[in-house]
Structures are given as structure tokens and as C-alpha cells.
């Protein structure tokens, strides 16, 4: 059973970092594409970014780009999600999810099957 736990979510000032960490266990990150999604109260789940470990692409929501990045540390088997130059809207429950199979909507969210419990990030401007 594939298994997803984050961490790393906070309060941080506009303009400031956070790294969001994604534990996974069941299966070994080459054998999925895993991705960070976002959710406020009242709107849809949001892709932000993902990233295929076999081929090592990543892909990243327009509103992230350039500001965050995506990355894999294989041997603890844990996605990151590097979040720079932080605003206000960026705000949201941050949730990693998992596929095993692939699809061309990498950022939808129903493209995806296993989900963790997700982590606040709160920006204050």
C-alpha cells in the first residue's frame, strides 16, 4: 500500500521559504509520479507542481514557476517541494499525492490515487 506523509508547513512572512517534505513508503519513487497539489476553503484542489523520478521530468503550475521547485532524494524516498519568494496566495493545505500509472494531465487531481493527510502553509503579507 502506497503510503504519502507531509511536513514542513508553517507560518512565513511574504517574500520568505518553506520546504515541504513528502515521505513515501510502499513503493520506490521511480515507481511513481508524485505531485504537490494546494486547496483553499471553497475552491478546487489546485496542481502546483509533480515530478516523474524514472524519466526525471517535472512539471509546475504557472503561478509557481520560477519560484518554487520540485526534487527527489532517492534513498530516503522523500519528494521536496522548495517554496521561494512566498505570497499571499500561495496560502492553502498542501497535499502530495501519487500515481502509478501515468497520464497527460499531470496536475489534475484526478489523475491521481493515493493522497497524504496534508500540511498548512499560512503566508502573512
Known amino acids: 500500500q502506497l503510503q504519502l506523509v507531509e511536513s514542513g508547513g508553517g507560518l512565513v512572512q511574504a517574500g520568505g521559504s518553506l520546504r515541504l517534505s513528502c515521505a513515501v513508503s510502499?513503493?520506490?519513487?521511480?515507481?511513481?509520479?508524485i505531485a504537490w497539489f494546494r486547496q483553499v476553503p471553497g475552491k478546487e484542489r489546485e496542481g502546483v507542481s509533480c515530478i516523474t523520478s524514472s524519466d526525471g521530468s517535472t512539471f509546475y503550475a504557472d503561478s509557481v514557476k520560477g519560484r518554487f521547485t520540485i526534487s527527489t532524494d532517492n534513498a530516503k524516498n522523500t519528494v521536496y517541494l522548495q517554496m521561494n519568494t512566498l505570497k499571499a496566495d500561495d496560502t492553502g493545505v498542501y497535499y502530495c499525492a501519487a500515481t502509478l500509472t501515468w497520464s497527460r494531465s499531470v496536475l489534475s487531481q484526478y489523475a491521481y490515487g493515493y493522497w497524504g493527510q496534508g500540511t498548512q502553509v499560512t503566508v502573512s503579507s
Open positions: 510502499g513503493r520506490t519513487l521511480r515507481q511513481a509520479r
